[in-house]
């Protein structure tokens, strides 16, 4: 993988949404550059540090196979925190309960703020391949590489950042509970 960074101005993105479009595209333009990819597409992963990004765990009862993703969905609109048009939302398998039902971690962001972001990173030249936040970027670094972790044990991790704290809850290799309070708050 190829590595590059470039400064943020200040108040370009505020709690997590886009406040600057242009200066944030100008940012996007430069690190674009700085890749050094010519005219090939650049895929990206794009983590946002974002209160907006609500997430909660959940479980679906033993149903047929061919039935699950219909339960997850119908799972997923019962705990979404707005409408469903109004948000992207997904869920991801993190572990199974003590009487065979299947536990999901879903999360939901708010269109609009999606949106923003990969226009910003289109109009660079990026290609945007998934768009996730913080906490489970953090999980993933956490179970993949982190030394001495045992995936087997529970975890408490709190990350600091130059836009807030956020409290992370880990079982089993996969991200339980996510919190991100910004500074301001």
């Not at 895929?43 to 540090?49: G, M, S």
């Not at 179970?143 to 079982?171: K, M």
Request: charged share 20%; hydrophobic share 45%.
């Amino acid at each position: 993988p190829k590595t590059a960074a470039v400064h943020l101005p200040p108040g370009v993105v505020s709690a997590g949404r886009v406040v600057d479009g242009e200066n944030l595209r100008k940012a996007l333009r430069e690190l674009r550059a700085n890749v050094s990819l010519g005219e090939a597409p650049c895929h990206v992963v794009a983590t946002l540090e974002t209160p907006a990004v609500y997430s909660q765990i959940f479980s679906v009862p033993v149903v047929a196979p061919d039935r699950l993703s219909e339960a997850v969905e119908l799972n997923l609109r019962m705990i979404s925190p707005m409408s469903m048009e109004h948000v992207y939302a997904d869920a991801e398998r993190v572990g199974a309960g003590a009487s065979g039902e299947t536990e999901y971690l879903g999360a939901f962001l708010e269109r609009a703020i999606a949106d923003e972001f990969n226009a910003a990173l289109r109009d660079a030249g990026f290609v945007l391949v998934a768009l996730e936040f913080t906490g489970l970027s953090v999980a993933r670094l956490i179970s993949t590489l982190g030394a001495g972790y045992a995936q087997s044990e529970s975890y408490l991790v709190l990350r600091v950042s130059a836009g807030g704290l956020e409290l992370l809850i880990l079982r089993n290799g996969n991200l339980h509970f996510d919190h991100f309070s910004p500074w301001g708050e």
